[in-house]
């Protein structure tokens, strides 16, 4: 484990990078796919399909790729284009097709389809070779390009408020010759620059005029009356569209309405210095927009606080408890004997500290166990993601990758239950291994249920088909079940933890406490801590998965996985220190309660983040803080359950330690 911890921090914010094991080289003229993905907002975070718009259709309708369950999941509908790309082959002002967008926007008349997705500011997603498209922006002085989020549909004028429609686009590719395949290439970048090009256009004989709104005719082939100079059949010379012929005095935007010419440019680059299997670098740092040091920051941050807090509990646990120790291991002398010393502190609940859980001892084992399963599925998924293995450029495998650990690891929360529910002496054992086996799955998929009922009505790709809800089923009853069965068998064989002490029969009576000991406070605490540790991180995973930006930084994000589970541990061992002083036994909910705190806390932040979308739907509110809440729900079992297992080693060394009458 320190060899592979030291090989990930060599490598620094990219980790291990494993771009494939096929890369496919084209000759010269070979046809190359140019597929389309489901079109994203970050007003609405509602994901569309593309073709739900009326965009260019290819000859016999659009084909989906064959997806696995993690794009499912994820909303991904990859499908064939219209689009024509041929390598090395480049193309001037190719017609695509007319499509008629529908009726022009007008008050009181409600807007159609394009209009409203140009001003819910929806974006396309298109992919050449497994490579998501880049954006190029351009203006008067500068040029632009962004590698995530795609490129948008259109643009609402500042002028006239009115939606403009993108139909025209620059296909900008560039490719690396194979240096041991002679005469062919590879991919290695894809950008995409869109124009608003108002073609003033005459269809030939065989259009239809009678277009209906939402049905485009592909490959129609039209006159162009007022053609920019890449359009000009008549100038001999081609040059491909530029800023300067789009934006040229004379010339408007595309509305997003009527019959509408799509056209588009495709450029081929050769480049020398860009390799197939590093094409990927630019995307998964997003071209240096977020630098490393920013992370570096982040883990400096969090460093000092556990250097802090670890100084805490050097200074206070480890003095007093050094000092509790002599006092209650040294021998009494007569005197001390004749005064009748009182004893006091902790030691007063040696025979109470160990006392199950006053309230519901069966629901302790079952949040202990599905925390256990969470935490392993989340280290070893950030362990596999720092490898490489886990890579954007391998659509859907991050989520089913943690959908497939957590289900095989089912063993692990049926065990940790088992255990812990025959150390607090419980009888109904198949109550208890069965609350695990549906508890936080079924709040899981009753959630995920009412989320894709709201992503249907939307007529979102969110919305997963029947068939993928038959596979999760399949999961979690045909797998999941039976394994969390087979690891709480092996857990109730096993004997109850044994504790340094003997438990009393009849309980303590628990003094008043004082205020900063009460469970507000305690929480509140708890919970910041750990949370100042990882928020850096925390924002950067939320815009990656709601802003639609990537996050390959996993070797930071274990060392920040790392100091959140250490400062959780060591503020609920803090607490549970004084909690015991107080004379108060009652740690087991106590010290689940302010480890879990983190997940409170994520929850209220984000509320914080949520002002950065722009939504402002009901159903994107539901999605959102659905999700949201679910996230947090299992990260408060999580670090729960690193506070009740630090606690536990801690009270059961502590408690071993002393002599006890």
Same mark, same amino acid.
């Given at each position: 484990?320190n060899?592979?911890?030291?090989?990930?921090l060599?490598?620094g914010a990219q980790?291990?990078?494993?771009?494939?094991?096929?890369?496919?080289?084209?000759?010269e003229g070979?046809?190359v796919?140019?597929?389309v993905n489901k079109?994203?907002?970050?007003?609405?975070?509602?994901p569309?399909?593309?073709y739900?718009?009326p965009?260019?259709?290819?000859?016999?309708?659009?084909?989906?790729d @064959?997806?696995?369950?993690?794009?499912?999941?994820?909303?991904?509908?990859?499908?064939?284009?219209?689009?024509?790309l041929?390598?090395?082959?480049?193309m001037?002002?190719e017609?695509?097709?007319?499509?008629n967008?529908g009726r022009g926007?007008?008050?009181?008349v409600?807007?159609n389809?394009m209009?409203?997705?140009i001003?819910k500011?929806?974006? %396309?997603?298109w992919?050449?070779d497994?490579?998501p498209a880049?954006?190029? #922006?351009?203006d008067?002085?500068?040029?632009t390009?962004? $590698?995530w989020q &795609?490129?948008?549909?259109?643009?609402i004028a500042?002028d006239?408020?009115?939606?403009?429609v993108?139909? @025209?686009?620059?296909?900008?590719?560039q490719?690396h010759?194979?240096?041991t395949?002679?005469?062919k290439?590879?991919?290695?970048?894809?950008?995409i620059?869109?124009f608003?090009?108002?073609?003033d256009?005459?269809?030939s004989?065989?259009?239809? *005029?009678d277009l209906e709104?939402?049905?485009p005719k592909?490959y129609?082939?039209?006159d162009?009356q007022?053609p920019?100079?890449?359009?000009n059949?008549?100038?001999l010379?081609?040059?491909?569209?530029?800023?300067?012929?789009?934006?040229?005095r004379?010339r408007?935007?595309q509305?997003?309405?009527?019959r #509408?010419?799509?056209?588009?440019d495709v450029?081929?680059?050769?480049n020398k210095?860009?390799?197939?299997?590093?094409?990927w *670098?630019?995307?998964?740092?997003?071209?240096?927009?977020?630098?490393?040091k920013?992370?570096?920051?982040?883990i400096?941050n969090?460093?000092v606080? #556990?250097?802090v807090l670890?100084?805490?509990?050097?200074a206070?646990l480890v003095r007093?408890?050094?000092?509790?120790f002599?006092?209650?291991?040294?021998?009494s002398?007569?005197?001390?004997?004749?005064e009748d010393?009182?004893?006091? &502190?902790?030691?007063l609940v040696?025979a109470?500290?160990?006392?199950?859980?006053s309230?519901?001892?069966?629901l302790?084992? #079952?949040?202990c166990g599905?925390?256990?399963?969470?935490?392993?599925?989340?280290?070893?998924?950030?362990?596999f993601?720092?490898m490489?293995f886990?890579?954007?450029?391998?659509?859907?495998?991050?989520?089913?990758?943690?959908?497939?650990l957590?289900?095989l690891l089912g063993s692990v929360?049926?065990y940790i239950t088992a255990?812990l529910?025959k150390?607090f002496?419980?009888?109904?054992?198949?109550k208890?291994?069965?609350?695990?086996a549906?508890?936080?799955?079924?709040?899981?998929?009753?959630?995920f249920?009412?989320?894709?009922?709201v992503?249907?009505?939307?007529?979102s790709s *969110?919305?997963?088909?029947p068939?993928?809800?038959?596979?999760?089923?399949?999961?979690?009853?045909g797998?999941s079940?039976?394994l969390v069965f087979?690891?709480? $068998?092996f857990?109730?064989?096993q004997?109850?933890?044994?504790?340094?002490v003997?438990?009393?029969?009849?309980?303590r009576?628990?003094?008043?406490?004082?205020?900063?000991?009460?469970l507000?406070f305690t929480l509140?605490v &708890?919970?910041?801590l750990?949370f100042?540790a990882c928020?850096?991180?925390?924002?950067?995973?939320?815009a990656?998965?709601w802003?639609?930006?990537?996050?390959?930084v996993?070797?930071f994000?274990?060392?920040v996985f790392?100091i959140?589970?250490i400062?959780?541990?060591?503020i609920?061992?803090l607490?549970?220190y004084?909690?015991?002083?107080g004379?108060?036994?009652?740690?087991?909910?106590?010290?689940?309660?302010?480890?879990?705190s983190?997940?409170?806390?994520?929850?209220?932040y984000?509320f914080v983040y949520f002002k950065?979308?722009?939504a %402002?739907?009901?159903?994107?509110?539901?999605l959102?803080?659905?999700?949201?809440?679910?996230?947090?729900? &299992?990260l408060?079992l999580?670090t729960g359950?690193?506070g009740?297992?630090?606690c536990?080693?801690f009270n059961k060394?502590v408690?071993?330690?002393?002599?006890?009458?």
């Open positions: 484990m060899a592979l911890l030291v090989a990930l060599i490598q980790g291990f990078y494993l771009p494939g094991v096929n890369p496919y080289s084209f000759t070979e046809t796919k140019l597929k079109m994203t907002s970050q007003k609405t975070l509602l569309v399909d593309y739900r718009l965009f260019c259709q290819p000859e016999g309708g659009p084909k989906m @064959h997806e696995n369950l993690g794009e499912f999941l994820a909303g991904d509908r990859i499908e064939s284009s219209p689009y024509r041929n390598m090395k082959v480049d001037f002002c017609q695509l097709c007319i499509s967008l926007e007008q008050k009181g409600s807007p389809k209009v409203r997705a001003r500011n929806y974006h %396309n997603n992919i050449v497994n490579i880049a954006s190029k #922006v351009e008067d002085t500068t040029v390009t962004r $590698y &795609g490129f948008p549909v259109g643009f500042s006239t408020k009115k939606a403009y993108h139909n @025209h686009v620059n296909i900008e590719v490719y010759s194979v240096e395949e002679a005469d290439a590879r991919v290695v970048r894809f950008t620059e869109p608003s090009i108002k073609h256009f005459e269809a004989a065989d259009d239809d *005029d709104e939402g049905t592909p129609k082939i039209a162009i007022n920019i100079e890449s359009c059949p008549k100038i010379s081609k040059e491909h569209t530029r800023y300067e012929m789009v934006y040229a004379g408007e935007p509305p997003a309405s009527g #509408v010419l799509f056209t588009y450029t081929w680059t050769e210095l860009l390799h197939w299997a590093s094409r *670098d630019v995307y998964l740092s997003m071209d240096n927009a977020i630098p490393a920013v992370h570096w920051l982040s400096a969090s460093v606080i #556990v250097v670890s100084a805490m509990i050097a206070i007093n408890l050094r000092r509790d002599n006092r209650y291991n040294r021998l002398t007569d005197e001390e004997k004749a010393m009182e004893e006091f &502190g902790w030691k040696h109470d500290v160990f006392r199950p859980p309230f519901s001892p069966l302790m084992a #079952v949040c599905t925390g256990a399963q969470l935490l392993c599925m989340a280290i070893l998924t950030i362990l993601s720092a490489g886990l890579s954007p450029s391998n659509r859907g495998a991050l989520i089913m990758a943690q959908l497939l957590y289900v929360a049926g255990r529910y150390t002496k419980g009888k109904s054992w198949q208890a291994t069965a609350c695990v549906f508890g936080f799955p079924g709040i899981t998929f009753g959630l249920l009412i989320m894709n009922i992503a249907l009505s939307q007529g *969110d919305a997963v088909p068939l993928t809800m038959f596979v999760l089923l399949f999961l979690w009853f797998i079940t039976p087979f690891g709480a $068998y857990g109730y064989k004997e109850a933890i044994e504790f340094p003997n438990t009393s029969s009849i309980p009576q628990i003094p008043d406490q004082p205020w900063f000991m009460g507000p509140a &708890g919970g910041i750990p100042g928020f850096v991180e925390l924002y950067f995973i939320l990656s998965v802003m639609d930006q990537y996050y390959y996993f070797a994000l274990l060392l790392a959140l589970v400062t959780a541990a060591e609920t061992i607490f549970n004084f909690q015991l002083c004379e108060n036994y009652h740690w087991w909910w106590r010290s689940f309660s302010t480890g879990g983190t997940g409170i806390y994520v929850f209220l984000s950065q979308l722009e %402002n739907s009901f159903a994107t509110y539901v959102y803080f659905g999700y949201m809440g679910l996230a947090s729900l &299992g408060f999580m359950f690193v009740v297992m630090s536990l080693i060394t408690f071993g330690s002393i002599k006890i009458d």
